[in-house]
């Protein structure tokens, strides 16, 4: 949440048990009016279980929930789920598979027949689903029904919209369209949301702001660059793509040093004690490789994914992974050498 | 090699089990008989009206006793779900009869309910002076079948309630409307064709129940059929009513079938539900519901079945109950052993043959099971008796001495009776197996050189070896439990245990059978075990 935005939904240090299991610990999360944060984690983090505190239908053992300054969840108290002016939307869609498409639309909307069916018809062309108003949800495919699902949802006017892992049932090749097309009809409504996956790519696309869950807390919010250049966990780390963890020692406020490659530079200071032993995570496009004979690496396999091409490299005893544009092209056993391009590092304690 | 011989022989046997049907349809075309004519003219009427009550009340009893459960359990999370999932199923193991005997024997004017209430009020008066309600009537009867028959409703309800999800129920809150409107707007519509499905099964049984009718003396369509065929020996009219009884059967089945083609549409949800918790004083409710179901229905019933059998033991004590146990045993062995051998014949003919109507004899063969068994009974007798009468003549013509009912006079005429009454139980547990072998194994044994014999001996008989067990034991377990058909076919001086049971039941000395009965009981836990485990797969 940007600092100058107006708090929409506030949860303040929640915790939650399902089946004598603690899932959720004094999590505390903000979202601001208009904002779309994404709950990004491992499954098992307790991700669905935020979305299921946010709509009411698990009580809390501790912390409180408000939207837009009305209390909503506290200990002993919750306002019932139709009371909240909280849309849901599930990764089965959960459409009513009885009603037709413009039913779905409008089974929530408190309005009389005509005025509910003029607005239905309106928000299903905001979802270009217009020419199915007829249909049965069984007649349409995924992306079709996560249209209809979020022009439901946006019918009664929800001051904050839910999606738990809205785009897995989707196919790959329409999900990118449907994530714009989802975005620019949240913004329009000026509806925040919160929306749940496990796929970096999906987080990076559709969300806002990104907040990463481990073991039932938050570990690190921020935009996705501060998630993916700055990660506070080396899970996160991990978590948000490829890398290369390599054994440094500080040489410097702003370099360190790994056997057989020598000095990395950094581009900002790191402020770490001298002489320290550290992980250093680097990324496969912060390492540069160019052939030599003399080299001291060994190109041991490629792989060709279109828009790059992914080397490893056999480095003493360890392989490291490279990536280079795809119009580079050395055979296996080619000799290189390996440069670390100056970065923000990124070190963890060894342990 | 051909496949003609499987198909020539599947085709032979389908078509002898389909017979009786087929004659029964012929006979009821004829011309009135005296008797049916007299019986249409007084009390047809009134016997119609009776079972159409009969089915609408058990209906609608079955409906209040298995809706709310199977909600509650699908849905809801209170003390003892987990075991009442499966308690509310016990019910279908008792047969209704027994169950009729032991509240009637409670709520007599000498049963204990009404000498406390006596003792408590400290009226003195004789039979007849004070109001108590009567269970020995239409609406009694329809109570003591839906207390054993609601499982089935229960059972189908559940699982679809299960396969909606909460994700609907939840979907429809968020969108602003409370847990009743969510109900009676996504629930029950959803759920509206598995429900028609259970409660026109629960119609067939209701409409073809004999013992708990008979026993209270409530005139219906079964009744009528015993008595015109035991009492007045006039199979003809058995046979017109019979088919008035089928058509009821037919309009119940065309409901259900109508009703499970339009549940194709509807999704289903495979997750796991998040359950609605109950506390105070709904999960006391929850509980206290469920609970009275599986007392009622089971408990009571099974509690007061082995006070009669402690306290009767001795008089047990003659070898009768043995005599009756071996005939039975004897006959529903020999009745599974044919059945499941026809079902293996008919499924295997199914598999090899190329063209579609090799599937036709499983088909055919698991027609007469939507017979009522009192019927079954009549249709099996009609070609019977015919091929005895021109039987006798032709050996009179030949000079012996005539042989008499050697078939309707004979436990062949009910063993033959059961095979036709349940080849469709085997056939569907064999079909089922028969699918799960993969064609892909046919087709290694044939290019090994094996012919159609071989492969069923080598490949199938071994592979499905468990399910032919299953079916034998179901098929015995129904011959055991099997009443109507039993009553009417049995030879002179010949019990099964289920006739034994019915016959101490209706001269008011259930006490003395009590043993019997709990062995009944016992023997019906097994398919209920096996629907129950179904039910809980298909979720």
């Known amino acids: 949440m940007k600092p100058d935005q107006i708090t929409a939904l506030k949860i303040e240090g929640i915790s939650v048990s399902y089946q004598e299991k603690q899932v959720l610990d004094q999590l505390s999360l903000m979202i601001g009016q208009n904002e779309i944060v994404c709950l990004l984690g491992q499954s098992g983090s307790g991700k669905t279980t935020v979305l299921k505190a946010i709509a009411g239908l698990l009580p809390l053992d501790e912390g409180e929930i408000s939207l837009n300054s009305r209390q909503l969840s506290s200990v002993g108290q919750c306002v019932k789920p139709e009371q909240r002016d909280i849309g849901i939307i599930f990764q089965d869609f959960a459409l009513f598979p009885h009603l037709t498409v413009l039913d779905n639309v409008c089974f929530g909307i408190k309005a009389s027949g005509e005025v509910a069916q003029e607005k239905g018809k309106a928000l299903l062309a905001m979802v270009k689903m217009a020419a199915f108003e007829t249909v049965y949800p069984s007649e349409l495919s995924g ?119 020598g000095i990395i530079s950094a581009t900002l200071p790191h402020n770490q004690e001298l002489s320290k032993k550290m992980r250093q995570f680097v990324r496969p496009n912060q390492i540069s490789i160019e052939p030599n004979p003399q080299g001291v690496g060994e190109i041991v396999e490629q792989v060709f994914n279109g828009e790059s091409r992914s080397y490893f490299i056999r480095l003493g005893d360890r392989l490291l992974r490279v990536s280079t544009t795809s119009f580079e092209h050395w055979p296996i056993g080619t000799k290189v050498n390996i440069a670390v391009l100056p970065h923000q590092a990124i070190l963890f304690d060894r342990s | 090699m051909s496949n003609n011989k499987w198909l020539i022989a599947a085709w032979t046997i389908s078509i002898i089990l389909i017979l009786p049907a087929v004659f029964l349809i012929l006979q009821s075309t004829g011309s009135d008989t005296p008797l049916f004519e007299h019986l249409w003219a007084t009390v047809l009427s009134e016997y119609i009206v009776n079972t159409i009550q009969l089915v609408v009340l058990v209906l609608l009893f079955s409906a209040f006793f298995a809706l709310p459960s199977a909600w509650l359990i699908a849905m809801c999370d209170f003390p003892g779900r987990r075991y009442f999932q499966w308690l509310l199923m016990l019910p279908l193991a008792m047969p209704a009869y027994v169950v009729a005997y032991i509240y009637t024997d409670l709520f007599d004017f000498a049963g204990p309910i009404q000498r406390t209430m006596r003792a408590l009020f400290q009226s003195d008066v004789a039979v007849g002076q004070h109001w108590f309600f009567e269970i020995r009537n239409v609406p009694g009867a329809a109570l003591m079948l839906a207390l054993v028959l609601y499982p089935y409703l229960y059972l189908i309800a559940r699982t679809a309630f299960m396969e909606q999800g909460s994700h609907l129920f939840q979907v429809s809150r968020s969108l602003g409307q409370k847990p009743w409107q969510s109900f009676r707007r996504i629930a029950m519509p959803l759920c509206r064709p598995a429900i028609v499905v259970g409660l026109m099964f629960i119609g067939a049984e209701a409409l073809g129940d004999f013992a708990t009718v008979h026993y209270f003396a409530v005139n219906t369509l079964t009744t009528a059929v015993y008595d015109s065929w035991l009492g007045h020996g006039s ?84 070898g009768q109950l043995g005599r009756v146990l071996l005939q039975t045993v004897w006959l529903a062995l020999l009745a599974a052993l044919i059945t499941t051998a026809l079902a293996v014949l008919f499924s295997f003919t199914t598999r090899v043959s190329s063209s579609a109507s090799g599937a036709l004899p499983t088909k055919l063969s698991s027609m007469s099971y939507m017979m009522p068994s009192t019927v079954l009974a009549i249709a099996v007798l009609i070609p019977m008796t015919l091929f005895e009468n021109n039987f006798n003549d032709f050996w009179v013509a030949m000079g012996y001495q005539a042989p008499g009912l050697f078939l309707s006079g004979t436990t062949f005429a009910l063993v033959f009776a059961f095979v036709v009454r349940f080849q469709a139980v085997a056939n569907g547990t064999i079909e089922a197996s028969f699918l799960a072998v993969s064609p892909s194994l046919d087709m290694a044994a044939k290019s090994l050189g094996k012919t159609d014999s071989q492969m069923l001996r080598l490949i199938h008989l071994p592979l499905i070896k468990k399910s032919v067990f299953t079916a034998m034991l179901l098929v015995f377990i129904e011959c055991m439990k099997e009443l109507p058909a039993a009553l009417l076919l049995r030879p002179f001086n010949f019990d099964t245990l289920a006739t034994f049971v019915y016959q101490y039941v209706s001269d008011e000395q259930l006490e003395q059978a009590a043993f019997a009965a709990i062995l009944i009981v016992l023997a019906g836990l097994y398919p209920v075990m096996r629907l129950t485990q179904m039910g809980e797969k298909s979720i």
């Open chain 2, 235 to 318: 199979l003809s009219a058995a046979a017109k009513i019979s088919i008035l009884m089928l058509i009821g059967v037919m309009g119940i089945l065309a409901i259900e079938r109508w009703q499970r083609g339009r549940q194709r549409f509807y999704h289903k949800y495979t997750g796991q539900n998040a359950l609605f918790k109950l506390t105070g004083w709904r999960a006391r409710s929850a509980v206290i519901y469920c609970f009275s179901l599986v007392f009622s229905g089971f408990i009571l019933p099974v509690v007061i079945l082995l006070s009669y059998a402690i306290d009767y033991a001795s008089l047990n004590t003659d």
């Open chain 1, 143 to 261: 992306g079709q029904q996560q249209r209809v699902a979020i022009a439901r949802a946006l019918a009664t006017e929800p001051k904050v919209l839910l999606l738990d892992e809205p785009f897995s049932n989707v196919d790959h090749h329409l999900r990118e369209q449907l994530m714009l097309d989802i975005r620019a009809a949240l913004k329009q409504h000026n509806t925040p949301a919160v929306f749940v996956t496990h796929s970096k790519e999906e987080a990076f696309a559709f969300a806002d702001t990104l907040a990463f869950m481990e073991e039932g807390q938050i570990v690190q919010q921020g935009v996705a660059e501060s998630l993916y250049f700055q990660p506070s966990s080396a899970s996160l780390a991990d978590s948000m793509g490829e890398g290369n963890w390599l054994d440094v020692t500080v040489r410097g406020d702003m370099a360190t040093e790994c056997a057989n490659l």
